[in-house]
């Protein structure tokens, strides 16, 4: 049993899929939210940590890490690759200890599926098609590398059109890995 990272681009319905799939279960299902934890320790919300210096945002994902390291069960609801106003970033390709987990999962969706989401959402979110098709290779990548770092397997999961079908998945494997 253990930890299962959750991660998709923004606008895939990765938080809707895990609520959902945690709504499908009778066990409770803990949901671990690093960039809630950074915003935290940064004093700000998720929506600006994109904004804050780097090096703060790098000292706070180190103090995240030593609290996730901690957890031994639950949905780490993540980024694989996150963007911020320096470029992108791998979380998980950094040399600091992140912890334990069962198994990766990647929830995915096409490009114009995002975009029509991110058009719904008051959010600030890039709605450029090709910016958003360069996010999801990114995320690919970056679950790829999480994986293999951690030797662990990758899930990938489809979210364009049946939120259902797709929550039924990650409720499988969250009944799977989760105490």
């Known amino acids: 049993m253990g930890v299962v990272l959750v991660g998709g681009v923004h606008g895939v319905g990765k938080t809707t899929s895990i609520e959902s799939a945690r709504s499908m279960l009778t066990k ?6 690093g ?3 950074m915003a935290r320790i940064l004093g700000v919300t998720t929506e600006d940590l994109p904004h804050v210096d780097p090096e703060r945002r790098n000292f706070a994902r180190q103090v995240m890490y030593d609290e996730l390291r901690l957890a031994t ?5 993540c980024h694989y690759c996150t963007y911020s106003d320096t470029g992108y970033e791998f ?4 040399s600091a200890d992140i912890g334990r987990a069962a198994v990766a ?10 975009h029509g989401r991110r058009l719904s959402i008051a959010r600030r979110r890039p709605t450029d098609i090709a910016v958003i098709r360069e996010q999801i290779e990114l995320e690919r990548e ?8 951690l030797g662990i397997p990758l899930k ?16 499988t494997v969250f009944d799977a890995h989760i105490e």
């Open 28 to 33: 409770e299902v803990p949901v671990l939210k």
């Open 35 to 37: 960039s809630e934890i």
């Open 73 to 77: 069960n639950g949905v780490r609801d």
């Open 91 to 94: 979380p998980f390709a950094t």
């Open 105 to 114: 999962v990647l929830i995915e969706a096409s490009v114009d599926v995002v």
């Open 142 to 149: 970056g679950a790829d590398q999480a994986a293999r770092r």
């Open 156 to 171: 990938i999961i489809n979210n364009d059109d049946d939120l259902q079908l797709a929550s039924s998945e990650l409720a």
